[in-house]
């Protein structure tokens, strides 16, 4: 069966750091680009990193850019995301995703034709909260 598993979240102080890991159980993981989401209370899920199936192409929303690293291991079929310098504005809960298209980082991500109906599987959802 495939699923995604998120772990790591918890609560941390600002300007500390983190890092999130996604068990993925799927019958090609290298086959998938990776997408981190993350949605707050109230607000919309958002898309704030991207990485191909390779790992070498890799892209991030403005609000997360230079905080936040996302790698993989296809080896180990884990995703992860090192996030640093986290903000109360980082709280929210984080889900990995697999989109059914390969090309989701340089065709959708970030861009108007990004919409959640393109992706093939979620995960469960990890809580990030971070005091001031």
């Known amino acids: 069966q495939e699923q995604l598993v998120e772990s790591g979240g918890g609560l941390v102080q600002a300007g500390g750091s983190l890092t999130l890991s996604c068990k993925a159980s799927?019958?090609?993981?290298?086959?998938?680009?990776m997408v981190w989401f993350r949605q707050a209370p109230g607000k919309e899920r958002e898309g704030i990193s991207c990485i191909s199936w390779s790992g070498t192409g890799r892209v991030y929303a403005d609000s997360v850019k230079g905080r936040f690293t996302v790698s993989r291991d296809n080896a180990k079929n884990m995703l992860y995301l090192q996030m640093n310098s986290l903000t109360p504005n980082d709280t929210a809960t984080y889900y990995c995703?697999?989109?059914?298209?390969?090309?989701?980082?340089?065709?959708?991500?970030?861009?108007?034709?990004?919409?959640?109906?393109?992706?093939?599987?979620w995960g469960q959802g990890t809580q990030v909260t971070v005091s001031s």
């Open positions: 799927l019958a090609s993981f290298d086959g998938y680009a």
């Open positions: 995703a697999a989109p059914f298209r390969i090309d989701y980082c340089t065709e959708y991500f970030g861009k108007p034709t990004e919409n959640l109906g393109r992706i093939r599987y």
